[in-house]
């Protein structure tokens, strides 16, 4: 740090603060306004910040979080290659017969797989499996997706925020504190099992009462034969058991002493290794290049980029500022301050990425440490910033990746979600669904 | 406009394109064009403006779309669906549901073309890579000026040994 300190007394003879700050501010607007590439602002942010001298190539490293990283990425491998199995399409289908095909049963069913496959895997993934399923269960019901892809999209931030692994946001705080699979569940688990339901009822009101099939129509749904969509059975079973290695992995990760990247890039390997096992060298080759195509690398630059952003404005003392600027307001109160928190992040994560606000709110809420009287007086302040920064994404279609590539299927079908209309409805339900998780945490923490 | 249609020495795609094509115009209604397709058995048909102005190509593979789910066809759709068990009733209630929707819904916009001086060889290689009849289209214009099919280069190739 003494090496990175007088690297910082050259910064091209700027202040420090000033220098990072203005880069962090300029990257974030920049990332904001949609005009270049989000992985490309935070490379080239974290390349100003060493060569502007604000960090030395070993600290930038240092920043990285890389158990965020290899949990993200160790996941996207096992998925890419679980779902070439079908099973995903198999439990959406399934669940479609389970209620005879009624459109309301349908959409209740549709969600829970949605909130339950974004608990267990990342948010974009669990959209990208269910929304084409979806979109082809409304065509032969002959009614309208609209109301089927706005449930989706709410169950998919709601069910991720219930697991360390169900949102970005859960895993960078999870890393960053040291909070296991098991904390997030049987913190924050609770009250998303009662968002899911009481987010149900609005939807239900709107749309939900007005939806009706003909008999053919639903006869359509009842005569798809679920089985048929699994298509490598062999591979199903391969997946199904790592799948569940990993997560009993992750429920274990502290008695067995193991961080979750670890556990998510090992069931990768693993997963890798017995797919492949039948195959020739060469197959091999072409499946591993296509499960690596598979994997985000835009999302996984990003992440490194903005890990060293945000280290290279902490190191310089900024947050630190910050974080005494908000103590200051509440008065270090820990109820105000941990509800201005869940509500901050929820319009914030509603209007911007939340990746990045939640990326420079943990350094800033652990530089809190001190004045809130240790790390145990911490804990209500993250299951604050989790569940604002998970839930805030339904405030609107760019608040969560998961949402745009929702919107994406819908226009792409000849459905296309708009944004006003969108907000109207999911602003005020995601504040209700904010004002219940406020509740939650003031009566079981506060 | 003025068309040269090569030489003996040195043919181009209008030594061999077939000048007047049966064409289909955007607000055409896709029945139409289904009727035109059947009829003649036609893979596509070229749609112009009235000015003449190529748009696209309406073909079969746009008739296979509209039956077909859009959750299959669009991108990042599902890439096999064994499980449905569609009736050929179920795909004629989706062709329905869009048969007095204008071709342009359904139109190809952007696809492979010569240009009527475009050599010989180059337009048979282009031919070749786009597997369906090739549309001529004048490059200042941009106005269709011919199309050029299998049979069109056969009946020449086979007419030039006589």
New interface residues.
Partial sequence: MGHTTELMDIVFGLDPQWYAGTVFVVSYLLIMSDRINRAIIAMTAAGLMVLGGVLTQEAAIEGVDFNTIGLLTGMMIIVAITRQSGVF??LA?WSAKLVKGHPWGILVMLSMVTAVLSALLDNVTTV?LIA?????IT??LDVEPYPYLFAEIFAANIGGAATLIGDPPNIMIGTAVGLSFNDFLFNLGPVVAVLLPAMMIPIYLIWGRKLVASKEARQ?VM???????I?DKRLLWQSMLVLALVMTGFILAHDIHQEPATIAMFGAALLLLISSLPRSPGEQSKQLEYIFSKVEWITIFFFVGLFMIVYGVEKTGLLELLAGEMMAMTGGDPGLTTISIIWTSAVASALIDNIPFVATMIPIIQNMEAVMGGPEALMPLWWALALGSCLGGNGSLVGASANLIVA??AE???HPILFLRFMLMAFPLMLGSIAISTLYIYLRYL | MTITTGTDSHPTASTIMHPHPKVLHPTDKISTGVRYIMKYRYRRLPVVDDEGRFMGVFGVNCLLRLVL????V?????D???????SLA?LHR?LQAVEDEPVSLCMRDEMVRVSPDTPLLETLLTLHKTRASLPVVDPDSGKLVGVISYFDVGEKILAAGD
């Fill in positions: 399409q198999f289908i990208l084409p399923v979806t979109l082809l065509d032969s359509r005569d798809y034969n679920a089985v048929d969509a298509t994406g299927f792409r079908a000849g | 789910p859009r959750a299959v669009m991108d990042k759709g599902l096999s669906v064994p499980f449905v068990r569609d179920d989706r």
